[in-house]
């Protein structure tokens, strides 16, 4: 009774200090460890007894856009290399401890997924293929030499998140709720070597429209001087050190009036490989073709949804080497990514050359894009056992 009276308490506290709620339990260490040992007494897929009753988060909702708006909880396990990761707990929202030599913050150790949850008209919370989400981090995990969290604690670990952050999924139609699970060697090196110590954990933010245009066309530059990923290297899993590389080219392209960078081959630099941060897609006729993920392209769980959506309508797919001539040829193009769900190109730029492609309402991608959201949403029904209900 107690710890439960005072759980109240913290939790009514909370409430009217919410502004300045993670630097209070930053600056209490007795609130830390109260909300830390409350959380551990949870059952497995319960948030924890702070959760608000409110139906939402205060946001508007009408303008998100894709920046981070931290959700009430994350969720967090560790482990010691040579082990395997035991329960985690969910936790307040707040920056995390690491030791200068975190084998993260040397060497790049680590990778990271994205899933999200979507909100339907009856007031469901939906993920969409979760293990799929889980499966790829442990292959990541594998190529970078680290531990991961089995199939089952991962999904587990993003049905929590949603759970115990429900007020933060947006209302149907309005976005999503953007849960990113990330896996770091945590653990102090000097020399080069994998960490001897590992942290899981997974936060939310809700979202919108990844690109500032909306649902508006792309406008996508051709990158010829830096290259994505090269054969041998880890292009083809999720790692967090290929990210920043393509910064410089994303800068460049958008301070141009880009969207995004799509990137040739590291080899011949005539193939298409993928854009910054998505999958990208032919239409040429009834045959829809995109690169084959052959160790420098992440084989991206929307791709591989849409690949499957396209089969089902008829629509022949080839998963290939794409020359940049075939592409400049096509008659449609689109990306697809868990950020950028399917997203239509207006026009590729190369060598200083725009091509513009066919988008409108009658396009191969808007017929692929409302199968995809409307079973993501609930709104069609999912034969396909790729959502799950928390």
Partial sequence: MILKDGAACLRNLIHLFRPAASSLTS??????????????????????????????????????????????????????????????????????????????????QGVYEGTKAYRTEDGRILLFRPDLNASRMKIGAERMCMPSPSVDQFVDAVKQIALANKRWVPPPGKGTLYIRPLLIGS???????????????????????????GSAPLNLYIEEEFVRAAPGGAGGVKAISNYAPVLKALIRAKSRGFSDVLYLDSVNRKNVEEVSSCNIFVVKGNVISTPATNGTILEGITRRSVIEIARDYGYQVEERVIPVDELINADQVFCTGTAVVVAPVGSITYQNKRVEFKTGSRSVYQELYSTLVGIQTGVIEDKKGWTVEV
């Avoid at 009408?62 to 290399?81: E, W």
């Avoid at 920056?95 to 040397?106: F, M, R, Y």
């Avoid at 653990?187 to 245009?213: C, H, I, M, Q, R």
Wanted: proline share 7%.
């Fill in 27 to 108: 600056k209490l260490g007795a609130c830390y460890f109260c909300t830390s040992h409350v959380a551990s007494l949870q059952q497995p897929g319960k948030p924890s007894v702070f959760s608000s009753d409110d139906e939402y988060a205060d946001l508007d909702w009408d303008n998100l856009g894709f920046s981070i708006k931290p959700a009430d909880y994350m969720y967090t396990m560790k482990c010691s290399k040579h082990e395997n990761f035991k329960q985690g707990q969910l936790s307040r929202y707040a920056n995390i401890e690491l030791s200068p030599s975190a084998a993260v913050l040397n060497y790049g």
């Fill in 187 to 213: 653990g102090p090196v000097l020399g080069l070597g994998p960490a001897p110590e590992y942290t899981f954990l997974a936060y939310a933010s809700p979202v919108g429209n990844y690109f500032k245009e």
